[in-house]
């Protein structure tokens, strides 16, 4: 089936793409860090530590899907359950087989408008979703570049971390233009602009934004308790994927620290945020990798990728494949 939101060619192509990535880098892995005892790891887990560390990943997922509920009453609107499981799960297999996680937002943004979600409602709930997981950057960071400041010296490291850095400035920029200068960008581009079928539609897009942008603020300054129990669930959520990393440790038999485990997980989850391949595959693993060898040994490294992969990623694209299917079984025609 194909429609402006599903195109089966292009999600056949998309999962090429992560597997083939994900297939190499994990093969990279293997043969820069894997020994004989990694065979020995996979076979002998810690049972107990395996069923909590399902449990967790399962508290991540309930809780990213179900703050999208409370955002959307924040606005007025009601939204059901199982429409937050669509959104979340349906969006994280789109996201995981698109470049930059990409493919989710036109998806969630398809199921808003179903529904009666505005234009400018559904981008700003897709907005505020992603902009509070990012508020407890600019807190965590300095004490993580204090502590932790040799994750940051190699030149690999180094590198990703300039990429992010522009990449954030961009998208700092865009929105400071939206939210502080949205008139005088108007006017300019009517002046710039010469195509009158592309120049009747500007201050159509600008109303728009107007109306984002005051859903946006009311938010934060209006949204009530249904805006504190969004913020709440997020930070249930992020701190549930933050402690995947010592739950898969102890599971493969590292009694590491809980601490330094979390902060490398709260490191790694930044860093492929805005990664450009299909949910972050190769450049996870390998990240992954790189960051995580400082407090697990060599030969665990392998082991440890595969189950945080499956416990943060694969998991729940596998679920959300089943989510999307009933999705289009019932609301595409």
């Not at 530590?49 to 009601?78: D, E, H, P, Q, W």
């Not at 107007?210 to 992020?238: H, P, Q």
Request: overall charge positive; glycine content about 6%.
């Amino acid at each position: 089936m194909e429609t402006g939101i599903i195109d089966k060619s292009k999600i056949k192509t998309g999962i090429k793409i992560f597997l083939i990535l994900t297939v190499i880098s994990l093969l990279v892995i293997l043969l820069l860090t894997g020994s004989k005892e990694t065979l020995k790891i996979f076979k002998h887990i810690a049972i107990p530590y395996f069923l909590l560390t399902l449990f967790i990943a399962l508290v991540f997922a309930y809780f990213n899907a179900i703050r999208i509920i409370y955002i959307a009453r924040s606005m007025g609107k009601n939204l059901s359950i199982l429409d937050s499981l669509y959104f979340s799960l349906g969006g994280n297999l789109l996201g995981a087989i698109t470049p930059f996680q990409s493919g989710g937002a036109p998806f969630q943004l398809y199921l808003l408008t179903k529904r009666s979600f505005s234009v400018a409602e559904s981008t700003a709930l897709i907005v505020i979703r992603g902009v509070l997981p990012a508020l407890i950057v600019p807190f965590a960071l300095p004490f993580v570049v204090f502590r932790y400041a040799s994750f940051f010296h190699s030149s690999a490291m180094k590198m990703i971390l300039f990429y992010l850095l522009i990449l954030y400035i961009i998208i700092i920029i865009i929105f400071l233009m939206i939210f502080f200068i949205p008139s005088r960008l108007e006017k300019f581009l009517l002046k710039v602009i010469k195509r009158e079928n592309i120049k009747e539609k500007i201050p159509k897009i600008f109303k728009s934004l107007e109306d984002f942008k005051l859903i946006i603020f009311n938010f934060f300054r209006k949204g009530g308790k249904n805006a504190l129990i969004a913020i709440l669930f997020t930070y249930v959520s992020l701190a549930a994927n933050f402690l995947l990393a010592p739950a898969i440790l102890y599971t493969i038999g590292l009694k590491t620290s809980i601490i330094d485990a979390t902060v490398v997980q709260f490191v790694l989850t930044y860093i492929i945020a805005f990664t450009p391949t299909p949910g972050a595959s190769g450049v996870a693993e390998l990240a992954g990798a790189a960051l995580f060898s400082t407090i697990c040994p060599k030969t665990y490294i392998p082991v440890y990728i595969v189950y945080w992969r499956f416990f943060s990623s694969y998991l729940f694209s596998i679920i959300g494949a089943f989510f999307l299917i009933d999705f289009i079984r019932k609301d595409i025609k």
